[in-house]
Nanobody, 124 residues
Framework: EVQLVESGGGLVQPGGSLTLNCTPS????????IGWFRQAPGKNREAVSC????????YYADSVRGRFTISRDIAENTVYLQMDRMKIEDTDVYYC?????????????????WGQGTQVTDSS
């Protein structure tokens, strides 16, 4: 069974940093587009970032570009979302999503696999 396992959420202060991890089981990150989305209560899921083998530069939402960095470690079969200079509005539940073939899209409905979500909370 193919699954996505997320980790790395927690408490963070404004201006701080946090790294989220997404590790698929049963498939390699090389075969997938891996996207990070976030969702606040009562709101639609928002695309944050995405990385895929078949595409050049990763995708970033305007709200996080320059502060967040997505990367992929093939050996660890893990995609990371490094979040720096965080803002209060970054505190949401973050979801890792995967799509095959590996073509990034900001449309959450297009993704085939979803992680369980990891909470990022303002600690101030």
């Amino acid at each position: 069974e193919v699954q996505l396992v997320e980790s790395g959420g927690g408490l963070v202060q404004p201006g701080g940093s946090l790294t989220l991890n997404c590790t698929p089981s049963g498939i390699t990150v090389h075969e997938l587009a891996i996207g990070w989305f976030r969702q606040a209560p009562g709101k639609n899921r928002e695309a944050v970032s995405c990385i895929a083998t078949s595409q050049g530069a990763p995708y970033y939402a305007d709200s996080v570009r320059g502060r967040f960095t997505i990367s992929r470690d093939i050996a660890e079969n893990t995609v990371y979302l490094q979040m720096d200079r965080m803002k209060i509005e970054d505190t949401d539940v973050y979801y890792c999503e995967a799509l095959k073939p590996p073509l990034c899209t900001a449309n959450a409905a297009m993704y085939d696999l979803w992680g369980q979500g990891t909470q990022v909370t303002d600690s101030s």
